[in-house]
């Protein structure tokens, strides 16, 4: 028996699951390697922001979707928070690099979400490049702008439940 009288919100519950969703695509194998994001805690860091940010500009298109939107941003900051303090990270030294990380992630997502709403396979292989492949992955950052318009395409088709499910975000095909 809990002795918390309140139930997690719809939107708080969903999240939880869109975030399940992102975080196991941005760990799936194949996107790591040599010429592809380096696995490392920032290679993996910007994998799961890219998948964020995808799943923020499909809940920015829906006026409803506001609270859903909030409360994955404040579960997927909550993660990060997570990692730092599980690689050691002092309590003091948290915040400024939360704050960093924000900032990153905020820039990043008005790098792909400009590409992404646009279609701007070009502009959103260069942000791949300069955030995710760097300068020897340019094939594969090509390669992962179009899986990641395909995704968007692919996603806009299903309702949001889509995305809180793995099929919702199929991998790149090696």
């Known amino acids: 028996m809990s002795i918390w009288?309140?139930?997690?919100?719809?939107?708080?519950?969903?999240a939880e699951k869109l975030l399940a969703a992102v975080t196991a695509?941005?760990?799936?194998?194949?996107?790591?390697?040599?010429?592809?994001?380096?696995?490392?805690?920032?290679?993996?860091f910007?994998?799961?922001t890219l998948f964020g940010c995808i799943a923020m500009v499909r809940l920015q298109r829906d006026p409803a979707l506001n609270p859903l939107a909030q409360a994955f941003t404040d579960g997927l900051f909550r993660a990060f928070?997570?990692?730092?303090?599980?690689?050691?990270?002092?309590?003091?030294?948290?915040?400024?690099?939360?704050?960093?990380?924000?900032?990153?992630?905020?820039?990043?997502?008005?790098?792909?979400?400009d590409a992404i709403t646009s279609?701007?396979?070009?502009?959103l292989?260069?942000?791949?490049?300069?955030?995710?492949?760097?300068?020897n992955g340019s094939?594969?950052?090509?390669?992962?702008?179009?899986?990641?318009?395909?995704?968007v395409e692919r996603q806009a088709s299903l309702p949001i439940e889509g995305l809180f499910?793995?099929?919702g975000w199929p991998a790149l095909q090696p």
Request: proline content about 7%; glycine content about 12%.
């Open 81 to 113: 928070d997570s990692g730092l303090r599980e690689l050691g990270v002092s309590d003091t030294a948290v915040p400024k690099r939360m704050h960093r990380l924000a900032g990153a992630f905020y820039g990043r997502l008005r790098a792909y979400s």
């Open 25 to 44: 695509i941005s760990r799936n194998p194949a996107f790591f390697g040599p010429g592809r994001t380096p696995d490392t805690l920032d290679g993996r």
């Open 165 to 167: 499910q793995a099929d």
């Open 125 to 135: 292989a260069g942000a791949v490049e300069r955030n995710i492949a760097g300068p």
């Open 139 to 151: 094939g594969f950052a090509a390669a992962l702008a179009a899986h990641v318009l395909a995704l």
């Open 46 to 48: 910007e994998l799961m």
């Open 5 to 14: 009288p309140f139930k997690p919100s719809r939107a708080k519950l969903d």
């Open 119 to 123: 279609g701007d396979a070009a502009g």
